[in-house]
């Protein structure tokens, strides 16, 4: 596989938290020189002739959504969490694309780029909304935990002896509401940032409209099923360690260059790769290839053009 892959390729991008914002930083001008950084990496792909559609996370961003809500909230009305993660997407991708407008113009390179508020359809009988598990928003001390829990019904807990905390559920994606709208512009010719955050989570009312809940979605479940939806033949997750790990992070950790599925299956397994971090990315690893994609590659966002050549990054095929 060496060198040997063709281009140009259709790539679907999941970027990580740190492609927007070095964790410890914050401020908005440090997270646009992020940006900026980021979007140098991504049009090294368009040179490479390559077409991107590009996903990420919105972590930290929803988060000081939450508590600007929070600290606002005898001035302003509190937004729910399906509006907190539209923000957050309209923010980051107005960022992003911004950034990547730029860097295509100092290259003398005329590509449209177009951000898609997206929603994300999911299944109201999902398991995953009996059982809570993403914490989000603000610490808050023990007595605001119990009046939220019982003025709002959220479900709180203890974080680490840090306070406690609003979990929310953090159900399956199914299906990508905006998903023939992206196809056409991805297809027409235009960069597309599409499904931030993993989507707006909405589900489809009786009289067949949609409604937000209030849960979150997994941003590599969502890429993986954007991948599929949009047939672009290849995953890219960019993240911030260089590729995929037997024993990480202990002394005898050891890189993976290659894998297949039923490698990904059996570490999993073994629990090689933890679930709020390394196994979602593995898991829509294998789910994509299962759905027909040829190949997902997981690498740092620096070595993003070599690890697509198959020279960095762990390469992963059926
Ligand atoms: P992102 O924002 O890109 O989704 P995450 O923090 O969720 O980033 O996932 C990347 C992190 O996964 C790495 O920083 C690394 O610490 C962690 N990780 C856990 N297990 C492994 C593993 N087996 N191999 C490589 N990285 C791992
Ligand atoms: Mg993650």
Redesign the pocket.
Known sequence: MKGGIDRPLQVTIA????AIVRPGADGSAVQSARVRATARELVHLIEEGDRILITH?N?PQVGDILVQNEAAKNLVPQMPLDVCGAESQGMIGYMLQQALQGELGAKGIAMPVVTVLTQVLVDSTDPAFRRPTKPVGPFYSLKESSRLSREKGWVMVEDSGRGYRRVVPSPQPREIVESETVAKLFRGGAIVIAAGGGGIPVVRTRGGGLHGVEAVLD??RTAALLATTMKTKVLL?????D????N??GPRRQKLEVLDVEACERHLREG???P???G??IESAVSFLKAGGERVVIASLEEAVEALAGRAGTTITF
């Open positions: 970027l990580g938290g740190n996370g972590g941003k590599d997750i960019l993240t911030d360690v590729g995929v790990y037997l990480y992070p090689q790769f933890p709020g971090s390394m979602p990315k």
